[in-house]
C-alpha cells in the first residue's frame, strides 16, 4: 500500500493538563473560577452552590459580578456555536438569590501569628486582596491609601452607575476586618517609603496607574482640555467637573467608554429612543429639541478592533453617544485660549504586521469636530516619585514595573507589586489574582517555606451512568441581561438591573456542560466508525498513526503502553495500510449531545466528568 495521504493532525494526550483546558472559562479566569460549576448549579436552580463555588477565589466576589472584564465569557465554548454565556450576569445572579446572604469570599484557612508586620500601598482591589489573604495568613498588615477613599479605581475610576458606591464599600469593610488602615496617607509625604522598608518585613506596591498619559499634539494646553481619568476622579469624588455643551473624548478602550458615559450624564443628555450607529440623525434632531448637549468619541480603532468591551460599547451607542471609528487626533484648535474644536484624520491601520501598534494616517483626509470640550482616555501611567532617590525598581520600557509574573516579586528583596502598575491597564479580576499571587508569594518569603510546583490534589475523572443535555439547549439563543429603560439613565442610577431567577435558569442551561467529555475504551473499540458518522458536528475522526503529529505525552504514552514507538507505528501503518489508528476529537466542536456514546455497539464510549478542587492562584 502506498503511503497514507491528506490532512496532518495535531495530537495531545487526555490527561489532567488537557482537561484543565478543556474547561475554557476555568482556564480562562486569573484565579480560576470554577464558572462551569456554579453555571450547572444554577441551570438546576440551586443558587446557594452557584454562589458558593463563585466565592471560593474571589475576594471580590459580589463587585465582580458586575464590573468583572470577564474573560471566561471571551473564552467560553458557546461561543463558536451561536453566542457565549453571559457568565458574569449569572454570577451576580449568584449573588442576588442566595438565601445566605451576601459574604466575603476567597477565604482560606487562618493561619497562626507569625510576629511579622507587611505594608500595603493602594487600596484598589489588589492591594485590598492582597491585604485580606495576608492577614489570614497571620501577619500584621497596614493599608495606606493615599485619598480618604478605600477601593482606588473601583471607586475613583468607575462611574456609579456600573459600580454602586454602597455594595462596594461594603465589599471592602469585610475584606479589612482585622487590617490596620491609614487613609489620606500619601507616602512620599506624610511617610517616607524608606521608613516602611525599615518598619516592616515586606511591602506590596499596588499603587495603580492614575497618571493619564498626555497626547503630543497642538493645542493639548487649552482650557476645555481635560485628562479623562482627572475628570473621572473628580466627579467620583464628588467634585462638579465644568464641561461644554459639546464633548469629544479621545480613546477606544473601557475608560474611554466611562468617560464618554459619564460626561453624559454630567451635561444631563436626557436618553430618547434606542440608539444605533445608524441612527445618527435621530440622535442629533432628538438632541436639538431636547436641548441636550453632544457627547462624541474619536478612536484610532475601526469597530472591530476597538479595545472596549462589545456590550460596553453597545450600551454607549444606545444612549446616543455618537463613535466616530478609525480617526486620529491631529490637533485641538482653540480661540482666546479656549478650546474650539478637534481636527482629526483618517487611520488606515493601528498595528502593523507583527501586530504592534503603530498607526498610519491618510493625510489629507483631516476633519475638523467643533467642541468646547476635549476629554483625552489615551491610557495611563504610574507615579512613583514617592520611592525617593534610595529605592531603585527596575522599570520596563513602557514606563512600569519589571516583576516576577509569576510571584510579584522586584529586584529590591522584599518589596513585591501587582496591578496596573506593573502591567498597565489592568481588569479588575487580573488585579486580584495579582494581589493573592503576591500574598503567598510573601508568605513564601517570609516564613521560609519554599512554595511547591506540586498539586495539592490530582484531578478525577468520574464515569457518568447518565447523561442528558436540557431540551433544545443547542438552539436557545442568548439572554440579554435587563437594564433601566433610556429615559432613566441619569445621575448614578444603576444601568444594569440583572437576570430574574427565570431568566437565569435560562440562561444557564445553555451551557455545554465543558467539564464533560465522551471518552473511548481502546481495549473494546473496534474501529466501526458509528461514533465518527453519527456527530452532528464532525467532531470525531478515525485516521492512521502515520497522520498526526504527536507531542512527547503522546509518544510517551504509545511506548509504554505498546512497547512501540510512533514512528514505529507509523512505519507499520504504511506498510499494512493502517495496522494502528488514533481516535481524534475536536473539542470546540463538540457540544456533548452525547450521540456518539448512544451509537457505540460495544460499549466502548463513555461520558466521563472532570472534577478538581479549587487550586491557589
Not at 487613609?183 to 497618571?211: C, P, S
Not at 468591551?309 to 486620529?328: D, K, L, P, Q, W
Not at 498539586?455 to 443547542?474: A, C, F, N, S, V
Request: net charge negative; hydrophobic share 40%; proline share 4%.
Amino acid at each position: 500500500m502506498g503511503q497514507a495521504v491528506g490532512k496532518r493532525y495535531k495530537a495531545m494526550l487526555v490527561d489532567a493538563g488537557w482537561l484543565r483546558k478543556t474547561v475554557n472559562c476555568r482556564a480562562a479566569c486569573p484565579v480560576h473560577t470554577n464558572a462551569q460549576g456554579y453555571i450547572e448549579a444554577i441551570a438546576s436552580g440551586d443558587f446557594d452552590a452557584a454562589y458558593d463555588i463563585a466565592s471560593q477565589p474571589n475576594p471580590f466576589v459580589n463587585i465582580c459580578a458586575r464590573i468583572c472584564g470577564h474573560p471566561c465569557e471571551t473564552a467560553c465554548r458557546r461561543g463558536c456555536h451561536d453566542a457565549p454565556l453571559s457568565i458574569r450576569a449569572l454570577k451576580r445572579a449568584a449573588m442576588d438569590f442566595a438565601s445566605g446572604g451576601r459574604r466575603t469570599g476567597g477565604d482560606f484557612r487562618r493561619h497562626p501569628k507569625q510576629n511579622k508586620r507587611v505594608a500595603v500601598i493602594g487600596a484598589g482591589p489588589s492591594g485590598v486582596t492582597a491585604a485580606h489573604d495576608l492577614t489570614l495568613l497571620g501577619y500584621e498588615v497596614t493599608l495606606f491609601e493615599a485619598t480618604e477613599k478605600l477601593g482606588g479605581m473601583l471607586f475613583l475610576g468607575i462611574p456609579e452607575y456600573r459600580l454602586p458606591r454602597a455594595a462596594l464599600l461594603e465589599e471592602i469593610e469585610n475584606l479589612l476586618k482585622g487590617v490596620e488602615i491609614r487613609t489620606n496617607t500619601r507616602v512620599g509625604e506624610q511617610i517616607n517609603f524608606a521608613d516602611l522598608l525599615h518598619d516592616y518585613q515586606a511591602v506590596f506596591l499596588a499603587v495603580g496607574a492614575q497618571k493619564g498619559r498626555q497626547l503630543r499634539i497642538d493645542g493639548v494646553d487649552a482650557d476645555g482640555v481635560i485628562n479623562g481619568i482627572d475628570f473621572l476622579l473628580n466627579v467620583n469624588l464628588g467634585y462638579k467637573v465644568e464641561i461644554g455643551k459639546k464633548v469629544v473624548v479621545i480613546g477606544g478602550g473601557n475608560v474611554a467608554v466611562d468617560v464618554a458615559r459619564t460626561a453624559a450624564r454630567e451635561a444631563g443628555i436626557d436618553f430618547a429612543g434606542d440608539k444605533s450607529y445608524g441612527a445618527a440623525l435621530d440622535v442629533a434632531r432628538a438632541a436639538r429639541r431636547m436641548g441636550a448637549p453632544e457627547v462624541h468619541m474619536v478612536c484610532l480603532e475601526s469597530e472591530e478592533e476597538m479595545p472596549a468591551h462589545e456590550e460596553e460599547i453597545a450600551e454607549t451607542v444606545r444612549e446616543g453617544i455618537v463613535i466616530h471609528n478609525s480617526r486620529g487626533p491631529t490637533r485641538i484648535l482653540s480661540a482666546n485660549g479656549k478650546c474650539i474644536g478637534l481636527e482629526t484624520v483618517r487611520c488606515s491601520s493601528v498595528f502593523d504586521q507583527a501586530g504592534r501598534f503603530a498607526p498610519t494616517f491618510d493625510h489629507g483626509t483631516e476633519e475638523l469636530f467643533e467642541c468646547d470640550t476635549v476629554l483625552l482616555a489615551v491610557g495611563q501611567l504610574p507615579d512613583l516619585s514617592f520611592l525617593g532617590d534610595d529605592v531603585k525598581l527596575d522599570m520596563t520600557p513602557a514606563g512600569f514595573v519589571n516583576a516576577s509574573p509569576k510571584t510579584m516579586a522586584t529586584n529590591v528583596p522584599g518589596v513585591y507589586v501587582g496591578g496596573d502598575v506593573v502591567f498597565g491597564a489592568r481588569t479588575a479580576i487580573e488585579a486580584i489574582a495579582d494581589g493573592r499571587r503576591a500574598a503567598m508569594a510573601i508568605y513564601h518569603y517570609l516564613s521560609g517555606q519554599a512554595p511547591s510546583d506540586e498539586e495539592t490534589e490530582r484531578p478525577r475523572l468520574i464515569r457518568l451512568p447518565m447523561h442528558q443535555m436540557p431540551e433544545k439547549y443547542d438552539r436557545v439563543a442568548r439572554h440579554l441581561v435587563p437594564t433601566i429603560s433610556l429615559d432613566r439613565r441619569t445621575g448614578v442610577s444603576e444601568v444594569e438591573t440583572g437576570y430574574t431567577r427565570e431568566q437565569a435558569v435560562a440562561e444557564a442551561a445553555r451551557c455545554l456542560q465543558c467539564n464533560r467529555s465522551p471518552m473511548l475504551d481502546s481495549a473494546k473499540c473496534v474501529l466501526c466508525g458509528g461514533c465518527v458518522d453519527i456527530c452532528p458536528f464532525g467532531c470525531l475522526k478515525i485516521v492512521s498513526i502515520d497522520r498526526i503529529d504527536a507531542d512527547s505525552k503522546v509518544a510517551e504514552f504509545a511506548q509504554a503502553k505498546h512497547g512501540l514507538s510512533i514512528d514505529e507505528m507509523s512505519n507499520e501503518s504504511k506498510e499494512t495500510g493502517g495496522s494502528w489508528s488514533v481516535m481524534l476529537k475536536d473539542e470546540e466542536k463538540c457540544t456533548r449531545c452525547g450521540l456518539c456514546i448512544e451509537r457505540c455497539p460495544v460499549d466502548a464510549m463513555w461520558m466521563g466528568r472532570f472534577e478538581e478542587a479549587q487550586r491557589a492562584v
